[in-house]
């Protein structure tokens, strides 16, 4: 497993305040691991303030900005949770579109706990099966998206999972689906093109 991504690069989209430090670590070690370069994308350069729930975690520091970059650049996209970090990336124009910008490219994208609260934003979950921290599946369901009570769930390229707990299970498949690379059923439309 050490270089199923070897060569493969990942970007963590998280907001400069708010993260859940655990869900950005293990991941972030888990396909630095797999041999991907991972790089953390904040909406402004400098500090990055993880929390643990509510209490202040470490501190890492923005590879880059969302100015900066583009799904062009990735192989991949992971979004960890914290409540207050995906709430503040939403509000975040360019962050929102360079997430959905995976899905039109195909690209895979990994989601845990609050996480797909940004992909909610970015019209992304319609008609998508996931999961997530059980708070939020009011606004998956009203945008769209099937949400299911699950460890883990993949639909065409797109992993989610609910809490911490689930971050073993999280990023065995997020490396997986990295590692497959673009899939065609990422986005509506992709799927309806190929089927016509």
């Known amino acids: 497993m050490a270089d199923e991504l070897q060569g493969k690069r990942v970007a963590f989209l998280v907001d400069n305040e708010g993260v859940e430090q655990v869900e950005l670590t293990e991941p972030l070690e888990a396909v630095r691991d797999a041999g991907a370069q991972a790089d953390l994308i904040a909406p402004e350069k400098g500090d990055i303030q993880a929390f643990n729930h509510l209490d202040k975690g470490d501190v890492f520091q923005a590879d880059r900005t969302v100015d900066e970059v583009s799904a062009d650049d990735y192989d991949g996209l992971v979004l960890p949770g914290g ?3 995906p709430d503040n ?3 975040v124009e360019a962050a929102v579109d360079f997430a959905r910008s995976f899905f039109e490219q195909g690209k895979p994208v990994a989601a845990i706990c609050h996480g797909p609260w940004t992909l909610v934003e970015a019209d992304v979950v319609r008609d998508r099966t996931l999961t997530s921290w059980p708070s939020i599946q009011t606004d998956i369901r009203n945008a769209g998206g099937n949400w299911v009570d699950e460890e883990v769930n993949v639909d ?9 707990d689930d971050l ?16 065609e059923g990422q986005t509506a439309e992709a799927g309806a093109a190929s089927g016509s």
């Not at 999280?170 to 690379?181: N, R, V």
């Open 89 to 91: 990336l939403r509000t």
């Open 168 to 183: 073993e299970a999280f990023c065995a498949k997020t490396i997986e689906e990295i590692a497959e690379g673009e899939h």
């Open 156 to 164: 065409q390229g797109f992993v989610t999972s609910r809490k911490p």
């Open 83 to 85: 409540v207050a970090n």
